[in-house]
């Protein structure tokens, strides 16, 4: 008796229901209060100033005061049945929602056996069935399970290529087939990243941990929309092909880039918006290929570039509109890369190159326009590198002057109306 009545203790508590006695005895107390409010209502609208105590009970005032009665007793009997219909109905949405749950569970288990097997083909099925679950999952931390999983496939170590030699055909094969699962993950990422947050196999505002994974081929980012949750690209390596974030949207939450390796192949975010949460690229490694920020627009948020290494790659952030983020350069090194800033605005919100180092490579502000925000060279070191500012208009930015002395060093070009 003790266990029965503790498990429907649990069940009404799951549910959120009152007991019946106490809901219906409220419900009548409800009831009560509404009516009398409306007979006091009307009697102050018919403006009744005292009963007559005088007048005799009539047959046809004993009929009413008869059909009265048997009224209040029918709505009151229609009380009961709208609690008992109401408690019936949350009853069946909680089995509906247990059932489906359980289904779910099943369907999951088969899907994580299927991305074990040492079949790609296989793993393979069991990605997309993943997928689906996500898409079809009755509540927000089962999809988020599902999405934990793949990501987690995606960062389980991995054999390199052994290359096409003949003695090696077979292991070559199995890598491209495996290297194939990897791939669809990224690309169904993409495609759910893209979908109106919202909307049916739409995963906005989940989390995405992608930290320490390898992306060795052209994957396609475009146009997704990271507006809540957490997305950690935080130690990936970039190593080949093309990944596309063109047009994405960065308006919410964290991304996170930090300490990403970009070695090879060409990251795009061209027409990104940045306008707001947080982007991080601290301390990520621009060591080869290219990555584009051109005619990005910077409006809100912050975007951190605290410490990245500019030493070996081409990095665009030409025409692109700084208006109102803070974007931080600070304690950043450019000692080999090209990185170039040519026709950029600088119109609002805060762009910070404090501390950074130029030992080397090429920097280039030409046409740069510098109209209102703030631009902070301020600790700026100029020792090597090449860095130009020919044909910028504007006010010099902040401590830039100072930063490369006086007179300036011959790597360093201003504008004549900042010398």
């Known amino acids: 008796m003790t266990s029965r009545r503790r498990s429907r203790s649990l069940n009404e508590r799951e549910l ?25 209502g009307l009697v102050v609208l018919l403006d009744f100033q005292e009963i007559d105590t005088t007048a005799k009970l009539d047959a046809k005032t004993l009929f009413d005061l008869v059909k ?17 219909a109401y408690r019936r109905q949350r009853v069946d949405e909680a089995g509906a929602h247990r059932e489906a749950t359980r289904l779910h569970t099943e ?3 088969q899907a994580v056996d299927k991305l074990g097997s040492d079949s790609p083909a296989v793993r393979l099925g069991g990605v997309h069935a ?13 999809r988020q399970t599902c999405i934990d999983v793949l990501c987690a496939y995606l960062q389980l170590p991995f054999k390199p290529d052994p290359g096409n030699a003949p003695t090696d055909q077979e292991e070559h094969h ?12 990224l690309r169904l990422i993409g495609d759910h990243y893209r979908r109106p947050q919202g909307t049916h196999r739409s995963w906005q505002g989940c989390d995405l941990v992608l930290t320490g994974i390898t992306i ?20 990936t390596e970039f190593s080949g092909g093309t990944v596309d974030f063109r047009e994405a949207e960065f308006s919410g939450g964290t991304v996170d880039f930090g300490g990403a390796a970009f070695s090879g192949g060409r990251v795009l975010f061209d027409r990104a918006a940045f306008s707001g949460g947080r982007v991080l690229f601290g301390g990520a490694a621009f060591s080869g290929g290219r990555v584009d920020f051109g005619s990005a627009a910077f409006s809100g948020g912050r ?7 500019f030493s070996g790659s081409e990095v665009h952030f030409g025409i692109a509109a700084f208006s109102g983020s803070e974007v931080y350069f600070g304690d950043a090194t450019f000692s080999g890369s090209r990185v170039v800033f040519s026709g950029a605005t600088f119109s609002g919100g805060r762009v910070y190159f404090s501390g950074a180092a130029f030992p080397g490579g090429l920097v280039l502000f030409g046409g740069a326009a510098f109209s209102g ?24 930015p902040e401590g830039l002057l100072a930063a490369v002395g006086t007179p300036p060093a011959t790597t360093v070009s201003l504008p004549a109306g900042w010398r």
């Open 16 to 40: 959120r229901l009152w007991r019946v006695g106490r809901a219906l005895a409220l419900t009548f107390v409800a009831a009560v209060l509404v009516a009398g409010g409306v007979f006091y």
């Open 68 to 84: 009265l009665s048997f009224g209040v007793v029918a709505g009151a009997g229609a009380l009961v049945a709208l609690v008992v």
């Open 107 to 109: 369907r999951f288990s």
């Open 130 to 142: 993943l997928a689906g679950l996500a898409d079809d999952a009755p509540d927000d931390n089962l």
């Open 174 to 185: 199995r890598y491209l087939a495996l290297r194939k699962v990897r791939h669809t993950i």
């Open 216 to 235: 060795d081929g052209s994957m396609d980012f475009s146009g997704a929309v990271f507006s809540g949750g957490t997305v950690d690209f935080s130690g």
């Open 303 to 309: 975007v951190l570039f605290g410490g990245a290494a």
């Open 373 to 396: 925000g703030r631009v902070v060279f301020r600790g700026a070191a100029f020792s090597g590198g090449e860095v130009d500012f020919g044909s910028a208009t504007g006010p010099a």
